[in-house]
């Protein structure tokens, strides 16, 4: 699976912007996909994670309630809507594909290329 992330930019404290992930290669619905970023100095973290068919969403407890994933099998993609975004989610977001639906970047076997977000304050 390759993996190709999208839609970081700059935004001003508030403000949103949504991170869209295309996938190519083997099944897209036959993984679980999620989000994670790494901010300048700190290890990478997770952010939220999909099931295999949508059903079934986990977040971080920094990103609950402002951040919502969601994916569309049709068109091999996994969306990251983020609200209310703050300086503190600045970060290289990056999307990744798990065999199974996990909270943990060991589980992920594919990792896309990362998109800068950046919120000013």
């Known amino acids: 699976v390759q993996l190709q992330a999208s839609g ?3 935004v001003q404290a508030g403000g949103s912007l949504r ?6 290669g ?9 989000w994670f970023r790494q901010a300048p100095g700190k290890e990478r973290e997770f952010v939220a994670t999909i099931n295999r068919s949508g059903d079934s969403t986990h977040f971080a407890d920094s990103v609950k309630g402002r951040f919502t994933i969601s994916r569309d099998n049709a068109k091999n993609t996994v969306y990251l809507q983020m609200n209310s975004l703050k300086p ?12 199974y639906y996990s909270t943990y970047s060991s ?15």
């Open 8 to 10: 970081g930019g700059l």
């Open 19 to 24: 991170l869209s992930c295309a996938a190519s």
């Open 26 to 34: 083997r099944m897209f619905s036959s993984y679980a996909m999620g």
């Open 88 to 99: 503190e989610d600045t970060a290289v977001y990056y999307c990744a594909a798990a065999l």
């Open 107 to 121: 589980a992920y076997d594919y990792w896309g290329q990362g998109t800068q977000v950046t919120v000013s304050s």
